[in-house]
């Protein structure tokens, strides 16, 4: 969404690089860069990373948030349903140089929401969680990673209740096969209190004469052991890696070899049907074999060019009584 807060606060998607000391996309000192620049009437240009990820995510994101408030409301009991909204305001911290803009605010109104816990099973985590009134609703795009939200997504989304004094937040994440996760978290004062730590500190550095910049994080390099096995000392573990490459090798020769059957008895199969309307079911001695002509439905036209219907082919072969 449209970032709503100023760069005289931190907003909701710089606050976890602060607690964290760094990000997969920006840098504590990064962000000090871009808030001393705007307090002296600069620009700062910050580097854009994963730009892909950007727009990803603000392509998709109206339809993560439609989505999940759907499902939500699917599970409401009686009078009990579910109100989005998207704001068009930032929302401040009481105290704190802290703000948030939100992809969405949830309202639970006639009665309370009862859903599953995805994280059911650990320690402490009931079977479902129960909520009540408004929190946020945010939407997350993964395209790597079908599990929990990130630990910054996490911190982001506590930042949001606290702006916005709520007890509870939805991080709402389409991963890369394409499921939509709702993952509902309760306000973690600890958490809470780890982000207003961060946020202070951040601003005394800033506001100092010069500026007390984060000491740069020194990457531990991969430290390497080089080690010659005497001859007698360990024959097995030649033998293993020799028997490692071997196996892969076979794998591969396996694979191109599929490869090369599947293509010569997809081509015979197409020979019985030449107009290519039919899905070919034949029987060859006691194997069976399928050749599905699987329909694919036409898309309209959205974002990307209307597709027309098309198709594609699906083998399968069992052998006697097998199904």
């Known amino acids: 969404m449209p970032k709503l807060t100023k760069e005289n606060i931190i907003g909701g998607s710089e606050i976890p690089t602060i607690v964290l000391k760094g ?18 009437g600069q620009v700062y240009e910050q580097q854009v990373m ?46 704190s140089r802290l703000g948030v803009s939100l992809d969405g605010l949830l309202t639970i109104r006639g009665g309370e929401l009862q859903i599953d816990n995805p994280f059911k099973g650990l320690e402490g985590e009931d079977n479902q969680v129960t909520l009540f009134g408004t929190g946020p609703l945010e939407a997350k795009t993964d395209a790597y990673d079908d599990g929990p939200p990130h630990q910054e997504n996490v911190i982001q989304l506590h ?18 096969k394409m499921r939509l996760g709702i993952y509902p978290y309760f306000r973690d004062d600890v958490l809470c209190q780890m ?6 500190d951040f601003w005394r ?27 007698g000392i360990n024959t097995d573990i030649e033998q293993l890696a020799k028997d490692y490459l071997a196996c892969k090798d076979a794998s591969n020769q396996q694979s191109s070899a599929t490869t090369e059957v599947k293509d010569a008895l997809e081509l015979y199969l197409a020979s019985l049907d030449p107009e290519d309307k039919h899905s070919v079911n034949a029987t060859v001695g006691e194997y069976k074999i399928s050749w599905q002509k699987v329909q694919r439905k036409a898309q309209p036209e959205k974002l990307t060019p209307s597709k027309p219907a098309s198709f594609y082919r699906k083998l399968t072969i069992t052998k006697g009584e097998e199904v």
């Open 205 to 231: 550095r800033c506001d100092v004469e010069p500026p007390a910049y984060y000491p740069e994080l020194v990457e531990e390099k991969n430290l390497e052991k080089n080690v010659e096995v005497a001859d």
């Open 159 to 176: 930042a949001q209740m606290m702006c916005t004094k709520s007890d509870w937040g939805i991080i709402a994440k389409l991963g890369p």
């Open 23 to 40: 990000s997969r996309f920006s840098t504590p000192n990064e962000i000090m860069h871009k808030k001393l620049a705007a307090k002296s």
């Open 50 to 95: 994963h730009q892909q990820a950007l727009d990803r995510g603000n392509f998709l994101e109206p339809g993560i948030l439609e989505w999940a408030s759907d499902y939500l409301d699917k599970q409401c009991l009686g009078e009990t349903y579910v109100h989005l909204q998207i704001p068009d305001k930032a929302y401040l911290h009481d105290t």
């Open 195 to 200: 982000i207003l730590d961060a946020t202070n």
